[in-house]
């Protein structure tokens, strides 16, 4: 295992640590807790997400004015506690409610829906928003139900502007379930990510192997075959979320996520080809974003993401709104 680390069982304190020293213009840390919240609350609805660690940026460096008020981390693919969940509910609850924007994997959801109810025993409303936009498969490994992937950034990115203009909690969650149902995404991967307390890739795969439909803590996809030219891979990844749409969608907007251990030479190569096969297929694309917003430590792989928009020019407008975070 070759990492830039120091003890394997110390890396999210270190990480946590860097985080607030790099960017402690943005985003502090609550006292002895695994909790990145804003340095400034607003009057709004709060927004807190979170999960294992090892999916950087996702979610802290998607705190700030207009995305996410906090970010709680559990250890390395694991979910937080619901103890530390709580503190990132208390530290940003201003008398609006905190929504809990979850992805959906049997472990999260289980402790931010104690965290919740301990939050009401204080008198602290909040409700969960679950994100299951992986269409791949369903009730695999860690999960029942289709899997919450990279589109949980758009969701991020959309409530965050609309908390930022007015909207209260009940509002929010039901347009987050609106954005929800509009979210497809699939991942591809080159190559298994290694855990620092394991120490060696959490699956294998052979030199000139791929697997579809892999999800973002190396749970086992739906195909493995010989690795494919950018155009064929493209292919098949759009050609299913199409097909999980329907007739009716005609504007969306595409997120390419790289997965921690793919160039961006690469990415833009994928997105280059999503682009002419959508075009071919009369969708027009209105909103793009490419980059690593979720990844699986150094899994080298990627995912496409797509959002139907078809109609939704609020989204759109949310979609392109400036925000000041580390990553977006």
Do not use: C
Request: proline share 2%; aromatic share 6%.
């Amino acid at each position: 295992m070759k990492k830039i680390i120091n003890d394997p069982s110390n890396v999210v304190e270190e990480m946590l640590s860097g985080i607030v020293r790099s960017y402690g213009n943005l985003v502090e840390r609550v006292d002895d807790s695994r909790v990145i919240k804003e340095n400034k609350l607003f009057n709004q609805v709060s927004l807190v997400s979170g999960g294992g660690s090892g999916h950087e940026p996702a979610h802290a460096g998607f705190v700030g004015d207009g995305m996410l008020s906090a970010a709680v981390l559990g250890d390395v693919f694991t979910s937080p506690t619901p103890d530390q969940i709580l503190t990132a509910i208390q530290s940003t609850n201003n008398g609006q409610g905190v929504l809990l924007i979850v992805k959906n994997y049997t472990g999260d959801i289980l402790n931010f829906e104690m965290a919740k109810d301990m939050a009401e025993m204080e008198d602290i409303r909040a409700e969960i928003l679950v994100v299951d936009d992986d269409i791949a498969v369903e009730n695999s490994l860690y999960t029942a139900g289709k899997r919450g992937v990279a589109g949980t950034i758009l969701v991020h990115k959309i409530l965050g502007n609309y908390a930022r203009q007015g909207k209260n909690l009940d509002q929010l969650l039901e347009i987050g379930n609106d954005v929800v149902s509009s979210l497809r995404s699939i991942g591809i991967a080159l190559k298994g990510a290694t855990v620092p307390e394991v120490g060696k890739e959490g699956f294998d795969l052979a030199d000139d192997e791929i697997e579809y439909g892999v999800g973002i803590h190396g749970e086992p996809g739906y195909r493995k075959e010989k690795l494919q030219p950018s155009k064929v891979l493209a292919s098949e990844l759009v050609d299913k979320i199409l097909a999980s749409y329907g007739s009716e969608t005609k504007e969306v907007g595409v997120l390419v996520n790289g997965m921690g251990g793919t160039p961006l030479m690469e990415q833009f190569i994928f997105m280059n080809d999503v682009l002419d096969l959508l075009d071919q297929k009369g969708i027009k694309v209105i909103f793009t974003k490419v980059g690593n917003f979720m990844t699986s430590i150094e899994m080298q792989g990627l995912s496409l993401t797509t959002i139907d928009l078809t109609d939704k020019s609020e989204w759109l407008g949310n979609l392109e709104s400036q925000v000041t975070t580390i990553s977006w």
